[in-house]
């Protein structure tokens, strides 16, 4: 059985769905978190369905060990390929992702337009699954919505560069110079890296564009799903926060303060084979005769 | 049994290891290629060595049931972190890197200076790994190596832009600056997606700097090996190329013309569940009593 102090679960590919549980600490600091971020698989964003589904099967399988009262698939690429599939897969189980949060806020920001523009930047599987649009459209049906893949984002802001530097600066004009020229109401960061460019982001976009960001509002979403619920954390101190990664702890740990703002203590390291090795089977014995 | 019709395995982690078919099927037309991308878990180059150990020993685990005559580890990172290892655990199988011949044809190249200057770009986890020091100083002890990695030159070149573009220029120049001031006589390039851009790397070093392909350094020594042991293919019609896969075969058959030269027939997608699920354990029944 959970409990308003049973743990929610936060996954992603990586590094980015960090940016969720920073958001989730500002909003809930009693809440107990635990983050799985599949460091030897990332990144999810250029891979397929197929593959991205079964990942995220994998992990939420091993997280069921810890009886979560709520998991969060903090990663768009994830969301957009796996969440419906998953969900049926686990019904018992309250999962949620990052993008209705973020397109219910995308449309509140664009304001009572008849035909606001909407644009969105994302991985080139979030594109091409049609996600963003489709979470858009079913509330706002005649919204305009673009909708880009910019693949060198995750890499660049992974190799840990910042906003200063000439390559960053080439690359954002690259990929908002067109959006921008359409002049949207909104743009939505679709992937939960993408808030560390934020300020960049919305001074190049201008100030008559607002900038969302599906991180901040996935957490506000889990928020106020837990508290519907009556599964709210009533701790009074700050809750923990627990990681796991599939590849190297030490490397994450080194990365993981930029998206977090704190350190991480201790991440586990939980290998592949481990991740995949289905539990053994019960065999049951019968005596012969 | 294998004879010299049998197949010669090529395994990557993704797309990079197909400019060493690419000189391979120059080299030698005639033999039968199986190559492997691990497109679901690209790249490696930022992993760790026990994480890319695993991938490497379950894709040979695979490949086995092919019976190959040589098995070529055609990725830099994949040859630095598991190679000793992987010819440990597959003690009849035949098994060659990239990294041996491109240091070997590096001195070659440096001539006979006694310093000679010998620098390298490749991934990250290949620097760390110092592979390229050990190969390149076990046969110069003298010479002043200089390894750097160039994290973004993979997804940059897996986005498919070419040496025209503006980003292409200035993360070149940012990464090979450094480089060139130091007046090196050669340059490896040790990673089997940078021959994309030769042209380009080889204009930005000057003439006086020799640049190394490791890919075609790669094709040669396996050519000579099965010469060597009589294990060359006597085929005088061409040899064929069956591609395996980890994740989508179209996108992978889409993006390997740019590094094959040529089209790819049907290659076959292997999911992550086949490539990890150990055959079924035999289990004997007896009969009590």
Redesign the interface.
């Known amino acids: 059985m959970v409990s308003p102090a049973s743990p929610i679960a936060v996954l992603d590919s990586g590094l980015g769905g960090l940016t969720v549980v920073r958001a989730l600490q500002q909003q809930s600091p009693a809440e107990n978190i635990l983050y799985f971020g599949d460091?030897?698989?990332?990144p999810y964003g250029?891979?397929?369905a197929?593959?991205v589904t079964?990942?995220v099967r994998e992990i939420i399988t091993y997280l069921q060990r810890f009886r979560p009262k709520h998991v969060v698939i903090a990663c768009n690429t994830a969301t957009a390929l796996a969440l419906p599939i998953i969900k049926a897969e686990f019904p018992h189980l309250p999962i949620s992702g990052v993008i209705e949060p973020g397109a219910r806020a995308a449309v509140v920001a664009a304001g009572s337009k008849p035909i606001p523009r909407i644009a969105v930047i994302a991985t080139e599987a979030t594109v091409k699954s049609k996600a963003y649009e489709r979470a858009i459209c079913r509330r706002r049906q005649h919204a305009h919505v673009d909708v880009r893949a910019t693949?060198?984002l995750?890499?660049?802001i992974?190799?840990g560069r910042d906003d200063r530097d000439?390559?960053v600066r080439?690359?954002l004009t690259?990929y908002l110079k067109p959006i921008a020229k359409k002049l949207p109401d909104v743009l939505v960061l679709g992937c939960t890296h993408y808030p560390v460019f934020k300020q960049l982001i919305s001074q190049m976009m201008g100030e008559r564009c607002k900038v969302i960001d599906s991180a901040e509002q996935c957490a506000q979403d889990v928020t106020q799903r837990l508290q519907v619920s009556g599964l709210a954390s009533p701790n009074e101190d700050g809750g923990y926060l627990k990681c796991f990664v599939?590849?190297?702890p030490a490397?994450f740990q080194s990365l993981a303060r930029r998206f977090l703002g704190t350190s991480i203590l201790n991440p586990v390291h939980v290998?592949?084979?481990e991740l995949?090795t289905p539990p053994m089977p019960t065999i049951e014995l019968r005596?012969?005769?």
């Open positions: 460091t030897a698989r990332v250029t891979k397929s197929h593959t079964a990942f693949p060198l995750v890499p660049i992974e190799e000439a390559l080439v690359a690259q599939t590849d190297d490397k290998t592949i084979e995949t005596q012969a005769g």
